[in-house]
């Protein structure tokens, strides 16, 4: 069973602070994503990556950036956190090759920006 | 502009009767469209999906239909448990781009 693991469930930081989410799938997966869930805003796309050190635009990178050393590992970097990043942060990989493999998601991480 | 849309923010249904949970699409060349189920704190899981050459897919208690015409698809959950009470997310996907989602529809199964 493909398990994708974000290193926190739970985050405060303080408004200015550069804050890195972490997330790590074991399932050998090439694409990965990283959106964010808000209260009537459904699931929104920040980043995602197809291959190792690949890395594409979603449709709300502003404030954001990402990182892929290793196939398995995709970090979403806060660069100067701000209160309207307060949100749920979900991490998802998925199957390369067939582009309607399902993803798998994260437990997602609870950032708080104060 | 949503390409994918879920107009009910919120549905409630009594359990053992029928939940039907819509989703719209502007986007013509979408070609295969998946629903997620999501429980407060835990990620979204794949629930069902549907190719475009399709009209049906079932899945146990879970059915979803497309009418590619009308851009419209539909989830059916037959009979509903108060166990599916969840977020369910419409998306829609067309060659390497990335899925885009729906806002998403509050299910409530009343005991």
Known sequence: DVKV???????????????FLECVQDMDHENMFWYRQDPGLGLRLIYFSYDVKMKEKGD????????????????????SASTNQTSMYLCASSLGGAYNSPLHFGNGTRLTVT | DQQVKQNSPSLSVQEGRISILNCDYTNSMFDYFLWYKKYPAEGPTFLISISSIKDKNEDG?????????????SLHIVPSQPGDSAV??????????PLVFGKGTRLSVIA
């Open chain 1, 5 to 19: 693991t974000q290193s926190s469930r739970y985050l405060v930081k303080r408004t200015g602070e550069k804050v």
């Open chain 1, 60 to 79: 709300i990178p502003e404030g954001y950036s990402v990182s892929r050393e290793k196939k398995e590992r995709f970090s979403l970097i806060l660069e």
């Open chain 2, 88 to 97: 369910y997310f419409c998306a829609a996907i067309s060659g390497n781009t």
């Open chain 2, 61 to 73: 208690r879970f059915t979803v239909f497309l009418n590619k015409s009308a851009k419209h698809l």
